[in-house]
Every structure is written in C-alpha cells, then in structure tokens.
C-alpha cells in the first residue's frame, strides 16, 4: 500500500521564521494531497490542498509544493508565529482512504 | 462550512462497559466517514470506513464485533466501543468527505478521549 513520511518527526523555530515541513509519498499515482494541523488534545484541522496538475498553492501565510517528480510534498509556513505550534500531517489520497504521514511536531520559540 | 461535531469529547468509563460516540456533519452531506484512533505522539490509524447505509469496511486488526460502527444517515455516524478495557483507552477521531466533491478534503471532528477505568 501507500506510505506516506515525514523527513523529520520535529521541528523548531525561531518566531517570525519561515518553517518547511517536508513529507515524501510513494504512489506517482496520486492526485490530491492535503495539509492539515493538529493542536494537542483537537482534530486535525485543514491547512491547505492541492491537486496534482498543480506544482504550487498559496494560501494565508502557507505555500504547498508539489514535486511529482521525485514524489515530495513540502509546507512553508512564513513569519511562523506561536500559534503555529502544533503538528502538522501531510496526507495522500488513495483508491478508497487517505494515507497520513507520521507527523512534525512544529515549535515556535518566542 | 463543512463542521464536524464529535461528541463527547471526553468519556471515563468502567471496564466492561460501552461508549458511544457521536460524529455529524453540520452544514454538508457525508457519504463518507472515517473513524481513527489516535495514541499520543503518532498518526492518525484508520479503524473503520463507513459509508451511508451500507456496512463499515474494517482495517486489519480491527474487531468490528468490539467496534460498532453504525453510519444511518448522510449527516450522522456512530462508534461504540463495546465491552470497553482499559487498553481501549485512546484519543478516537471521525472525519468525513462531502458527498459527490471530488477531491475534497477530509473535515475532522475534534476528536473523544476515552479513558476506560
């Protein structure tokens, strides 16, 4: 089946910083992924999406890149804020579920 | 838009007991709902998907007799644990899709934490 990973499983950062959280996915097949947020005790909470005829999406403060090509998902967070400490989950959408990585546990230092 | 409503958000039950909890979609339709388990520092594990008015299709490792998943409507799913141990302790999450959006996101409640006693 599919696999879904993050490069790194933590990841601290001055405040005001931009952040990049990056996940791999092993099915070139792949046409949707999704960015969400989890806060400590809360569900996770969609960031931003993006489908695979598309290499780059902006939203507020996030950007999603899509590399097809060496099959690589990445997060920039910019003037990363307190706020944004949480963890942060790529997932891959299959034939029938979506496959989650294992998640960034993201830390902003003040 | 697109709200998912888990209830409750938290539950502390005797061993032996069942819970019920609650997943509704708010303001769409969900075909689809997923049920996670969550245990602390890791992903997201997938239990169950439950489409509406058909019976949920169970992960591997999975004891659907211990794991009631009932999906009777468009806007409401239900996961019972049944006979509850303490080893069923854990952080439960649904999620659902909008019904006929391809590609759209998964909405995620905000998820129950079991403790059983």
């Known amino acids: 089946g599919e696999s879904v990973g993050l490069h790194l499983p933590t990841l601290s950062v001055q405040e005001g910083d931009n952040s990049i959280i990056n996940c791999a996915y092993s099915?070139?097949?792949?046409?949707?992924f999704i960015w969400y947020k989890q806060e400590s005790g809360k569900g996770p909470q969609f960031i931003i999406d993006?489908?695979?005829?598309?290499d780059k999406r902006q939203g507020q403060r996030v950007t999603v890149l899509l590399n097809k090509t060496v099959k690589h998902l990445s997060l920039q967070i910019a003037a990363t804020q307190p706020g944004d400490s949480a963890v942060y989950f790529c997932?891959?959408?299959?034939?029938?579920?979506?496959?989650f990585g294992t998640g960034t546990s993201l830390t902003v230092i003040p | 838009g697109a709200v998912v409503s888990q209830h409750p958000s938290r539950v502390i039950c005797k061993s032996g007991t069942s819970v019920k909890i609650e997943c509704r979609s708010l303001?769409?339709?969900?075909?689809?709902m997923f049920w996670y388990r969550q245990f602390p520092k890791q992903s997201l594990m997938l239990m169950a998907t439950?489409?509406?008015?058909?019976?949920?299709?169970?992960e591997q490792g999975v004891e659907k007799d211990k794991f009631l998943i009932n999906h009777a409507s468009l806007t409401l799913s239900t996961l019972t644990v049944t006979s509850a141990h303490p080893e069923d302790s854990s952080f439960y999450i649904c999620?659902?899709?909008?019904?006929?959006?391809?590609?759209?996101?998964?909405?995620f409640g905000n998820g129950t934490r079991l403790t059983v006693t």
């Open positions: 999620s659902a899709t909008d019904r006929g959006t391809y590609n759209s996101p998964l909405h």
């Open positions: 099915n070139s097949a792949s046409d949707y």
């Open positions: 993006i489908r695979s005829n598309m």
């Open positions: 997932a891959e959408k299959g034939s029938n579920q979506f496959y």
């Open positions: 303001d769409f339709q969900a075909t689809t």
């Open positions: 439950s489409n509406e008015g058909s019976k949920a299709t169970y």
